[in-house]
C-alpha cells in the first residue's frame, strides 16, 4: 500500500512519528510532507529532525507542488493527517490547496481516497468544529487524538499505539498494536 502522513504543527508529533515508524515496520510505502512548524515541534517534542524520517519514508517538501502525491493520477491507498493543526485543518475544509499538504488532502477527497484528519486540540471553538464537519461531509474521517484506557496503559507509547491502531484499522491494515476488546483479557 501506499500511505501518505501529512504531519502540521500541532503539539502530538509522537503520534506522527510513531505511525510513520510503524508503516515502515509494515513494509508500507509511506511518504511524509511535513509543514514548517511540524518540523519545530517534531524536533521539540521528540527531539527528531525531519532529515531522521528519511530512513523510514519519502520525505516531501510542502512547498513541492510538482511531487507526485498532489495528482490524482498518482495512486495512493489513503492520507492520514497526524497531529493536525486546526490552521491546516481550515485550510483543508475550505478548500485551500496552496501547500503540498493540504493540495494533497484534497487529491485524496476529490478522488474518493481514505483521508483521515486527526486533530489534537482542545477546547475546541465553533469554527473548529465546523470545519471538521465540512471535512466529514467531504468524505474525510475525523479521529480525534482521544486514546482510550481500557487497556489500562501505564506508558506514553501505549496511549499513542492505541491511536495510531484506529488509524491502521481505518486504513484497513493489518496490525499487532494493541490488545482488541473481546479478544484477549484485559486486567
Known sequence: MKIVVGMTGASGAIY????????????????????????????FECGVSIDELKKYATVLSNQNLFAPVASGSFKTDGMVIVPCSMNSLGAMANGVGDTLLSRTASVMMKEKRKLIVVPRETPLHLIHLENMTRLARAGADIMPASPGFYHHPTEIWELVNFMNARVLDALG????LMARWGEKTLE
Open 16 to 43: 506522527g512519528y510513531s505511525l510513520i515508524r510503524t508503516l515502515h515496520e509494515l513494509n508500507m510505502d509511506t511518504y511524509v510532507i511535513a509543514t514548517s512548524m511540524a518540523e519545530k515541534v517534531l524536533k
Open 173 to 176: 491494515i493489518e496490525h499487532e
